[in-house]
T-cell receptor, first 113, second 110 residues
């Protein structure tokens, strides 16, 4: 099992460019999450999904969109990147019951110039 | 005010020392509590759950005080490999959302 994988690992964007971050999990988890981590801020929830075809907003959703067309994939989109979106992005997944045990991907480092 | 507050540290301790981390949370609807560990430039990983009666996992002991909304983690006989950032985490909501503290950095020195 690969667990949770994320692509790309690192990306540099210019302000205004768009990109999509891909998260994939092979554990048949129902729930998937996107977080961002900034120094001194901890991890903050951007969007989450409780099943295929569903998405919901987290704590800091502005400037991001998500899609969960397949159970194993959760995509995070930035339509028009801003320097404030420079961060490390983590995807996570969990079973609906265990909840607290979330399995994280290795992260994507994004720099917006 | 952050929903989960931790002392950021850093805590620098010698090998073999005992070290304690504290955490407070403000959401009284929090249902479950955890400590996660995050190594430098890596993803967070679950260290242990925290139960009201207190629980132990080897050298690690976690305590929860719901009345005070306070969580602690005690590490005994520190090892070099314990060097990491420790994240205090609460769970709430029907979507099992986790709220993370900013983390406490620990460095164990030889």
């Amino acid at each position: 099992n690969a667990g949770v994988t994320q692509t790309p690992k690192f990306r540099v964007l210019k302000t205004g460019q768009s990109m999509t971050l891909l998260c994939a999990q092979d554990m048949n988890h129902e729930y998937m999450y996107w977080y961002r981590q900034d120094p001194g801020m901890g991890l903050r929830l951007i969007h989450y999904s409780v099943g295929e075809g569903t998405t919901a907003k987290g704590e800091v959703p502005d400037g991001y969109n998500v899609s969960r067309l397949k159970k194993q994939n959760f995509l995070l989109g930035l339509e028009s990147a801003a320097p404030s979106q420079t961060s490390v992005y983590f995807c996570a997944s969990s079973y609906s019951i265990t909840g607290g045990t979330q399995y994280f991907g290795p992260g994507t480092r994004l720099l917006v110039l | 005010r952050k929903e989960v507050e931790q002392d950021p540290g850093p805590f620098n301790v010698p090998e073999g020392a005992t070290v304690a981390f504290n955490c407070t949370y403000s959401n009284s609807a929090s249902q479950s509590f955890f400590w996660y560990r995050q190594d430098c430039r890596k993803e967070p990983k679950l260290l242990m759950s925290v139960y009201s009666s207190g629980n132990e996992d080897g050298r690690f002991t976690a305590q929860l005080n719901r009345a005070s909304q306070y969580i602690s983690l005690l590490i005994r006989d520190s090892k070099l490999s314990d060097s990491a950032t420790y994240l205090c985490v609460t769970l709430a909501g029907s979507a099992r959302q986790l709220t993370f503290g900013s983390g406490t950095q620990l460095t164990v020195l030889p």
